[in-house]
């Protein structure tokens, strides 16, 4: 392959979109789109004969920039708690994080500090143990 069409290849990469476990995607997809305000489409299912859905999908952001993909953690899939960081705007990252702490229905596994790598950071903990960390740059 010719360095340009690898470079065109590279530069076509559009998103990132993480894959988290979920023991009730009903639950997961209430707390995601009412608790942690993300949109959403329809909870799915994906599995045949599985009565209850198996599939949903939330984002955040203009053009869904920060989207993650939920799965049920049936017994086949035994899948760990996953781990994502969400970039914001410092505005947006000091509004957000002041009305998840007035709101009280998430868990903090960190409040919001300057960290020393350069970040302005806290992290919260949704009902299956995943875990996301919204930051922005100091330098911003």
């Known amino acids: 392959m010719a360095d340009d069409s690898l470079e065109r290849a590279i530069q ?14 009903l639950q997961t997809h209430q707390f995601y789109t009412t608790v942690l305000h993300f949109k959403s489409s329809l909870s799915q299912n994906t599995v045949k004969d599985q009565p209850d859905p198996t599939f949903c999908a939330v984002a955040i952001g203009p053009g869904a920039a920060a989207n993650i993909y939920f799965f049920s953690a049936l017994e086949t899939m035994r899948l760990a708690p ?6 914001m ?17 998430v868990k903090f596994v960190e409040d919001i500090e300057n960290k020393p790598w350069g970040y302005r950071q806290f992290e919260i903990e949704d009902l299956d143990e995943n875990r996301l960390q919204f930051f922005r740059f100091l330098d911003d």
């Open 82 to 87: 996953s781990t994502a960081m969400i970039c």
């Open 12 to 25: 076509s990469v559009r998103k990132i979109i993480p894959h988290f476990p979920s023991k009730n995607i």
């Open 89 to 105: 705007s410092t505005e947006g990252l000091e509004t957000y994080y002041q009305a998840l702490k007035q709101d009280g229905k």
